[in-house]
Structure formats: C-alpha cells, structure tokens
C-alpha cells in the first residue's frame, strides 16, 4: 500500500537553497511513499525565492506557491499550508534545509503502523567543526540526537497525521506543540533517525545564542500555556546525556596519550633494531590475534561508521 503525503515548505528569502531543495525533493527515491504536492509557503520574501519556486512549478504540477505579502511568522505560513494540503499525512520541513534523496521515504514510512502520529528526521549539521561555533552547533545536535534515541524531541522536518486543522498564532515552536496535539490524540511519536536533514548551524556566537535563546523562551511559553514540557527541558535526562558524552571525551583524550606513549616506545623499538641491530624485519614476527576477522565485529564496526554520517 502506497503512503501518500503533502509537502510543506515554509520560506523567508530562501533564494540561496530553495532550488536546490526543491530539486532534491523532487529526485526522492520512494517506494512505499508518494509525494503528491509540494505546498511552498513563500512569506514576504524580496529576494529571488518566489521567481525560483515559479520555475520548478513550471516543470512540475504537484509544486503550488502559496506567496504572503508580508512575513507573518512561520506558525501562519503552516496554517496556510494546513488548509491547502490534501492529504492525510503531511510534510513540514523549513526552506532553508535539504533532505537525502532516501530522507522522505525513511520519513513517513513509519505511518503504515496506524498508531503512528507524528516522526521526525535526524539534523545533521554542515558547519565547519574546526570553527568553535560550528562545533558548537555539531556538539548539540549530537547531545540532542542521543536524547532522541530515547525521548523524540523533533524539528526541522517533520511528517504528521492532520489530526487538526491549525495552530495557534501565538505558538513559537511548531513542531513541538504539533508533537503535544499528536500526543494528547493518542498517537505515537517517532523519531526517524535514518531519515536525514541537513541544514546550516549559526556561524557566530551572537547569533548562536540568539536562537537558543528564542527557543527556550518558547518552549517555556509551551509548558506554562498549554502544559506540554519538551524533552530538551528534562535537566536530568540532559546531564546525564551530557556525562555520557563528555565520558566518552575524556576515555578519547586518555586513549590518545595512551596511543602516543605506545607509538614513540614502539618507534625506540625499531630504531634499537635497525641501527644498533641490524635486524630490518623483511620476515616478520607474527602477530597471532590479528589473524581472525569476525564479521559480527565488522558489521558493528560499519554500523557505528553509518550512525555518524
């Protein structure tokens, strides 16, 4: 059974990435899901955007420009959506994201389970790690990846069952109270961890701050107003993360010191033997525990490889 779903996308002056995801979303590699309209949402944009978006729409149907004169917040642009999609199960991502071509299908396969409401996609960052903001941003998404292994906590793009018609206006944080209304409907929230968005963290400290500062405030206003507490404001659950990533700092930092001492003692070694004995090792000593390659360990191996990229 084919899954069929509405796209949404919101946007403010996306000239520099709209193409681009509109290109990926219409190259999605789909098997049991069908996209069948892209609902752009173009809120008061004096760029580019809307003249890019009108010329997918030219080569595609099932792309349709909802344009806002003025920007009115993204809460008001997913109404317009809301009320435009067809579909049961829609699409929510932000303009300024790109998904995998695999991302969609990875996304809202889960909805064949009927007790499904509401999945989310992993955020991978693209910021340079070397940059401290941009390690900063690698930092949290990964602490945050961890907290939705065990408490989804979703964003960015999502994909829901239109279990209502709209969102309050004066809601900041979108996804999360669509994770509340999901939730009190009695569905399932599911995070969808190989389903993959990309998008850009802040490159500079002000403005690191400035979006972690908007969103607690609007996960507070969440909790107070409507009673629904995130898992990102668990403290506990958090610092217990949080000690389980620095833990795993230190063992590295320890290895490392570790694998250096080896290193130059090994070098001492084989110094010893070339200048002071000659010996050039053209027939080796063997290395005994080397020779037994267990495939459960390399699958392991691959597995963690694949879980980070």
């Given at each position: 059974?084919?899954i069929?779903?509405?796209v949404?996308?919101?946007?403010?002056?996306?000239?520099?990435?709209?193409?681009?995801?509109?290109?990926?979303?219409l190259a999605q590699k789909?098997?049991t899901?069908?996209?069948?309209?892209?609902?752009?949402v173009?809120?008061?944009?004096?760029?580019?955007?809307?003249?890019?978006?009108n010329d997918y729409?030219?080569?595609?149907?099932?792309?349709?420009l909802?344009?806002?004169?003025?920007?009115?917040?993204?809460?008001?642009?997913?109404?317009?959506?809301?009320?435009?999609?067809?579909?049961?199960?829609?699409?929510?991502?932000?303009?300024?994201?790109?998904?995998?071509?695999?991302?969609?299908?990875?996304?809202?396969?889960?909805?064949?389970?009927?007790?499904?409401?509401?999945?989310?996609?992993?955020?991978?960052?693209?910021?340079?790690?070397?940059h401290i903001?941009?390690y900063?941003?690698?930092?949290?998404?990964?602490?945050e990846?961890?907290?939705?292994?065990?408490?989804?906590?979703?964003?960015?793009?999502?994909?829901f069952?239109?279990?209502?018609?709209?969102l309050?206006p004066d809601?900041?944080m979108?996804?999360?109270?669509?994770?509340?209304?999901?939730?009190?409907r009695g569905?399932?929230?599911?995070?969808a961890?190989d389903?993959?968005?990309?998008?850009?963290?802040?490159?500079?400290?002000?403005?690191?701050?400035m979006?972690?500062?908007r969103?607690?405030?609007?996960?507070?206003?969440?909790?107070?107003?409507?009673?629904?507490?995130?898992?990102?404001?668990?403290s506990?659950?958090?610092?217990?993360?949080?000690?389980?990533?620095i833990?795993?700092?230190?063992?590295?930092?320890?290895?490392?010191?570790?694998l250096?001492?080896?290193?130059?003692?090994?070098?001492g070694?084989g110094?010893?033997d070339?200048?002071?004995?000659?010996?050039?090792?053209?027939?080796?000593?063997?290395?005994w525990?080397?020779?037994?390659?267990?495939?459960?360990?390399?699958?392991?191996?691959?597995?963690?490889?694949?879980?980070?990229?």
């Amino acid at each position: 059974m084919t899954i069929r779903c509405s796209v949404g996308i919101t946007a403010h002056n996306e000239e520099a990435n709209i193409g681009k995801l509109l290109a990926v979303m219409l190259a999605q590699k789909l098997e049991t899901v069908a996209i069948t309209e892209i609902i752009v949402v173009a809120s008061g944009c004096t760029d580019r955007t809307i003249e890019i978006i009108n010329d997918y729409a030219a080569q595609d149907a099932r792309i349709k420009l909802i344009a806002q004169e003025n920007r009115e917040g993204k809460t008001s642009a997913i109404n317009q959506f809301l009320q435009t999609a067809r579909e049961d199960i829609c699409v929510l991502e932000s303009g300024d994201t790109l998904p995998r071509v695999d991302t969609i299908e990875n996304l809202v396969k889960p909805f064949a389970n009927p007790q499904v409401g509401m999945t989310g996609a992993q955020k991978v960052p693209v910021n340079v790690e070397e940059h401290i903001v941009g390690y900063m941003s690698h930092l949290r998404l990964q602490l945050e990846h961890q907290l939705c292994l065990e408490i989804p906590r979703l964003g960015e793009l999502i994909a829901f069952r239109k279990v209502f018609t709209h969102l309050p206006p004066d809601v900041a944080m979108d996804e999360a109270f669509v994770e509340a209304l999901v939730i009190r409907r009695g569905l399932d929230v599911r995070y969808a961890p190989d389903a993959v968005v990309y998008n850009m963290g802040p490159e500079t400290l002000g403005e690191f701050i400035m979006q972690r500062r908007r969103n607690y405030a609007g996960h507070l206003h969440l909790r107070r107003k409507y009673g629904y507490r995130v898992s990102s404001l668990d403290s506990v659950r958090v610092g217990r993360i949080a000690i389980e990533e620095i833990t795993k700092a230190l063992r590295l930092i320890f290895t490392l010191v570790w694998l250096g001492i080896v290193e130059l003692f090994a070098r001492g070694l084989g110094a010893y033997d070339y200048f002071l004995k000659g010996r050039k090792h053209e027939v080796w000593d063997m290395a005994w525990t080397t020779k037994k390659v267990e495939q459960r360990t390399a699958d392991s191996q691959q597995s963690t490889v694949d879980s980070k990229l």
